[in-house]
Each structure stands twice: as structure tokens, then as C-alpha cells.
């Protein structure tokens, strides 16, 4: 179908060309423009990120717009921005921790690597990643501790960033306010946990490091943010950190639960609980009504998931992505996604309904999922 301001090749077959007429040699597709430049990032700018990869290759020309940052500028000056979901996933063959993305295309989202990142870097210890805006932000990992890398989402370039100011193991990490706090053990003293400050905005490490009051265990299920707080937990107690007055505590309305791998929704922490001999529940946290819910209308779906440790949530664009693995493990483990969207009740119930469901990939274990505006 032709569109006006296109120049497109004509589709009449070459045994009705004129003797001495050359056929062009551009692909048989849009191969010029008569629009502006800038009307023509106008119009890219409108459309969903996950048709950007089939738009680069309609030209060279399309090609330069969408990889270019001019138009993710122009994205968010007409407030077109979205919500992408990055994951970071290791092949357990090659034991590589890369970067996809999951491309939404109605009821079928499909998971793409993301070729130019390379692999990142992996050391003994677990890492921490935390999403800020358009960008993600590694630290934590390496031979010392101290390693700390952005990954632009735009460019899908890496880029290393200062040393953490205290070499950090067993990290945790999260946004609140445009800086980004990591929670960790000091590589050299293994009993003592800090917390140090990267501001997003200055590219930079804040100089002021806070040592823990409390004595925690290892955090390795995850954090959360609520309300300007940091929430994490080890195996037996959960903690809470307030940057405003660099204070550490205890929640024990939040302990009555093994949360782990959570995520927040509008404020409310979700966890999947699925362990062995467990009944399968997804279950809230209300901040502000200081009390665990279990959210319904999810049964079908959860019958049919796997009791597993490795099992995790992540907040997306106001909705919930639910993680789960399935299959014969002996065969190579699959991990699937539920897309859940969340409603609140009368009387204060939550309700979710599943907006999809599907395979992503088999032979990888998730090690973070982030939500990423571009």
C-alpha cells in the first residue's frame, strides 16, 4: 500500500521494464523520504520500542534514527516513554551472565539478547543491579568487590563507573530519590555491612559510607523500596534502612514472613511464596495498613507452577511479572513469565488477573529482572 511522502519501488515485474532501464539497487522497501528530518523523528518517536528492531531494517536511514539518542530525546519530550523489561539471565552451559530484553507484541512478548553488551563481568561474590530512569546500574561483583558499571538502555552501551568507594560483597541495591543505595558486606571485614551512595545525577559516589548497627546475616534475597525506605532481608530477620538520618532497624510485622525476591506496586510488596510443602500463594504486604494479604484470583495459574526457591517477582509498569520455573530439570529448566495486573478491592482485598502467560527460555537461571524507561 502506498503512503503519501514515500517514494516506494514499484511492484511491476521486470519482464515490463524498458530495455536499457537498470533496477535500482535499494531494497524493495521505503528507500527515501520527502518529509522533514525532524518530522520524520516525530513520527518514529510515537511508535513502540519493540518495532524498532523491524524498522531498522526497512533502511540505513531508519536505522541511524532509532539508534540515535536524538529519538529517544524526542520520546520523552512527547511523552511517549515506556516501560521495558530487561533481563539478566545465566547460560548454565557457558555460565555467562547476559542482558535480553522482552519485547511485548500483544499476548506473545518474546526474549531477546541484546547482541552489542557483552557479557558481564562475574566474579565469587553476587552482584547487585538496580534501574534508574533509562539506565541500569551493576555493582558489587569482580574479584575485589569493587566493581560498579552502568548499561545504557538508549545506546545499549556499558560503561564503567568509579570504583565503590568500600570494596562490597553480597550486595543489594536500590533507587530512592535518584541515588542509588548498596547494602553489602566490606570485602576486607566480612562482619561489617555499610551502605555507600551513588548519585545518579553526578555520575558520582557520595563520600559519606554508613556501617550497620544491626547484625545481619547475608542478604541475598533481594530489596525493596517503600515510602523512601529500603527493605531487605537474610535468612531470618528483615531490616530496614532510612537514608534520612542514616538509620537501620527491624520490621517484625514483615518478619511473620519468609519474603524474598519481592517487588513493589504502588507501594505494596508482593512475594511469591512456593516452597516445599507450602501452600502456593501470592502474597502482599500493606505499608500502611500493616498487614500480610494473600492475593487473589491467581489459582489456575499457580497450581500449575513448580515449588521452587529460585522463583521471582518484579514490578512493570504498574503491573506485576511473575517468574517461575518448569519443566524436567534434567532436560534443561524453563523459565516462564506471568504478566499480572492488580486490583484493590473492597474491604481491601487484592485481586490480579493474568494478561499473559508464557515460555521465555530453557537452559538459563534469572538473576534480575528491571524495569527500565525508555
Known amino acids: 500500500m502506498l503512503r503519501r511522502g514515500f517514494l516506494l519501488r514499484s511492484k511491476t515485474s521486470s519482464k515490463t521494464l524498458a530495455p536499457k532501464e537498470v533496477p535500482p539497487s535499494e531494497p524493495p522497501f521505503l528507500t527515501t523520504t520527502s518529509l522533514p528530518h525532524d518530522i520524520v523523528v516525530n513520527i518514529l518517536a510515537r511508535v513502540p520500542r519493540s518495532h524498532y528492531p523491524k524498522l531498522s531494517l526497512v533502511s540505513k536511514y531508519f536505522r541511524s534514527i532509532v539508534r540515535s539518542r536524538e529519538i529517544y530525546a524526542r520520546r520523552s519530550s512527547l511523552g511517549c516513554t515506556e516501560h521495558c523489561l530487561y533481563l539478566i539471565l545465566s547460560n548454565l552451559r557457558t555460565k555467562e551472565n547476559r542482558?535480553?530484553?522482552?519485547?511485548?507484541?500483544?499476548?506473545?512478548?518474546?526474549?531477546?539478547?541484546?547482541?552489542?553488551?557483552?557479557?558481564?563481568?562475574?566474579?565469587?561474590?553476587?552482584?547487585?543491579?538496580?534501574?534508574?530512569?533509562?539506565?541500569?546500574?551493576?555493582?558489587?561483583?569482580?574479584?575485589?568487590?569493587?566493581?560498579?558499571?552502568?548499561?545504557?538502555?538508549?545506546?545499549?552501551?556499558?560503561?564503567?563507573?568509579?570504583?565503590?568507594?568500600?570494596?562490597?560483597?553480597?550486595?543489594?541495591?536500590?533507587?530512592?530519590?535518584?541515588?542509588?543505595?548498596?547494602?553489602g558486606r566490606d570485602n576486607r571485614d566480612l562482619d561489617k555491612m555499610m551502605v555507600v551512595v551513588f548519585n545518579t545525577e553526578t555520575q558520582t559516589w557520595e563520600p559519606e559510607k554508613t556501617t550497620s548497627d544491626v547484625e545481619a546475616g547475608d542478604m541475598y534475597h533481594g530489596s525493596v523500596v517503600m515510602a523512601g525506605k529500603m527493605y531487605t532481608k537474610d535468612f531470618d530477620s528483615s531490616y530496614v534502612y532510612e537514608p534520612e538520618g542514616r538509620k537501620w532497624g527491624t520490621d517484625e510485622v514483615m518478619n511473620s514472613k519468609e519474603w524474598r525476591y519481592g517487588c513493589v506496586v504502588d507501594d505494596v510488596l508482593y512475594y511469591y511464596e512456593c516452597e516445599e510443602d507450602c501452600v502456593k500463594e501470592l502474597r502482599a504486604f500493606d505499608r500502611k495498613e500493616r498487614c500480610w494479604r494473600v492475593v487473589k484470583g491467581l489459582e489456575a495459574l499457580l497450581a500449575e507452577t513448580r515449588s521452587s526457591p529460585w522463583s521471582k517477582t518484579g514490578s512493570y509498569g504498574g503491573k506485576l511479572a511473575l517468574f517461575f520455573p518448569k519443566g524436567d530439570e534434567r532436560r534443561g529448566e524453563e523459565i516462564w513469565c506471568a504478566e499480572i495486573s492488580l486490583e484493590r478491592r473492597q474491604g481491601g482485598e487484592i485481586w490480579g488477573k493474568v494478561e499473559w502467560c508464557g515460555r521465555l527460555v530453557t537452559g538459563f537461571q534469572l538473576k534480575e529482572s528491571l524495569d527500565v524507561v525508555v
Open 99 to 183: 542482558c535480553y530484553i522482552l519485547l511485548r507484541n500483544g499476548s506473545h512478548p518474546r526474549l531477546v539478547l541484546v547482541p552489542s553488551l557483552p557479557a558481564l563481568p562475574r566474579g565469587p561474590y553476587r552482584s547487585s543491579f538496580a534501574a534508574a530512569g533509562s539506565k541500569i546500574y551493576m555493582f558489587g561483583d569482580g574479584n575485589d568487590g569493587s566493581t560498579a558499571l552502568s548499561i545504557d538502555c538508549e545506546s545499549h552501551t556499558v560503561r564503567s563507573l568509579p570504583s565503590m568507594p568500600e570494596p562490597l560483597v553480597y550486595t543489594v541495591a536500590d533507587v530512592i530519590d535518584g541515588r542509588i543505595y548498596a547494602i
